[in-house]
C-alpha cells in the first residue's frame, strides 16, 4: 500500500528532526512523506532541507502560510491516494502510520487516530487532558479525526474542497463536519496514537482553549453546546460571587456543585496523569478550560 505522509510545518526546530525521526522508523514506512514549511525563521527550514538531502523518502515544498494553506499544499504535493495527516509539534507512536492506514485495506475511506498528552510537567499533561478527551470519553459514532492523526483517501479531501483556510484554528472540527455531511464517516482507531505537546501550563491552557472557541465561534460550530457551556460554567462562578458577598457560607456551600460537575467531568482523565497533584489540578484546569472556551466562543460568533 502507497501512503502519503503529509505535515503542516511553522518554526518547529527545536523538535523537527525528532518528528522526522519518528516517520523514519515507523513499523510501516510512509511511501513519501511531504512536509509544507509556512516560512519558518528559527532554522527549521534548513534542517528539513539537510534532513531531506540525507533521505529520499522526505520531500520539503514552500507552503503559503497558515496551518490550513500549509496542510493543503502537502496534501495536494502528495503522490498517493492514501493520505495520512499528522502535525510536526507531535510524534507518533511506532506503529501510528500501521495501525492508522491497516482499516483502508477494508474498504474504509477515512480513518481518525488519536493523541495522547506528553508534557514536561505534571501540571502540562493536565492542561493537555482537559483539552481533549481521553480514549473512555470516545464515541466513535461521533468522532471527528483531529488534524494531527487522521488518514483518507484523497477523494475525500477532494470532495469537501481540502481543509478551510484562513482559520487559526478548529480547522479540523470545520473539514470533519463538512466531510461528515459529504456522507463520509469516519472509523475511529483508538491504537493509532500520536504524543503530542499540551500547553506548558494553565495559563498556556486557558489561551488555546479561548482561541478554540474563537475559533468556533467564527465558524458558527457548535452553537448549542457552546451556549450551554457558557450559562452553566459563567453561571456557577456568578452564583458563586453574588453568595459569598452575601454571605460567606453561602458561597462555600456554592462551590459544591461546581466542585461535582468538574470531578464528574474528568472522571475518566486522572490514570492519565501521575502524582497526587492530578487530584487538584484536573478539575481546575477543566473548570478554566471551560471559562475560556465557551468565552472564547462569545467573542467569536459576535464577530463573525
Sequence with gaps: M?????SPVLNE?????????????????????VIADGGSTDGCREILDQLAAIHP????????????????????????????????????????????????AAGEDWVSGF??????????????????????????????????????????????????????AAEDTLFGEQARAAGFRPYFEGEAIVQWRPPAGLWEMAQKAFNWGRADGSAGLRGTAYTRLFLVSWGSVAAVVALTVFDLRLGLLALVPIAGLAAYR??????????????????????????AQSLGWIVGARRS
Excluded at 526546530?13 to 512523506?33: D, K, M, W
Design 2 to 6: 502507497d501512503i502519503s505522509v503529509v
Design 13 to 33: 526546530r527545536g523538535h523537527i528532526e525528532q518528528f522526522v525521526a519518528a516517520l523514519l522508523s515507523q513499523s510501516v514506512l510512509p511511501t513519501e512523506i
Design 57 to 104: 523518502r522526505l520531500r520539503v515544498i514552500d507552503g503559503p502560510g497558515g496551518i490550513s494553506e500549509n496542510r493543503n499544499a502537502a496534501i495536494a504535493a502528495s503522490g498517493h491516494e492514501i493520505v495520512a495527516c499528522v502535525d510536526a509539534g507531535c510524534i507518533p507512536e511506532r506503529d501510528w502510520l500501521e495501525k492508522i492506514t491497516a482499516p483502508f
Design 115 to 168: 493523541y495522547l498528552p506528553r508534557g514536561e510537567s505534571l501540571r502540562s499533561t493536565c492542561a493537555g487532558l482537559v483539552l481533549m478527551s481521553v480514549l473512555e470519553e470516545v464515541n466513535p459514532d461521533h468522532i471527528i479525526p483531529p488534524g494531527a492523526s487522521q488518514a483518507f483517501r484523497k477523494k475525500v479531501w477532494l470532495r469537501v474542497g481540502g481543509f478551510p483556510e484562513g482559520m487559526a
Design 266 to 291: 474528568t472522571r475518566f482523565k486522572f490514570r492519565w496523569a501521575r502524582g497526587a497533584g492530578k487530584y487538584l489540578l484536573i478539575p481546575f484546569a477543566d473548570l478554566i478550560q471551560r471559562l
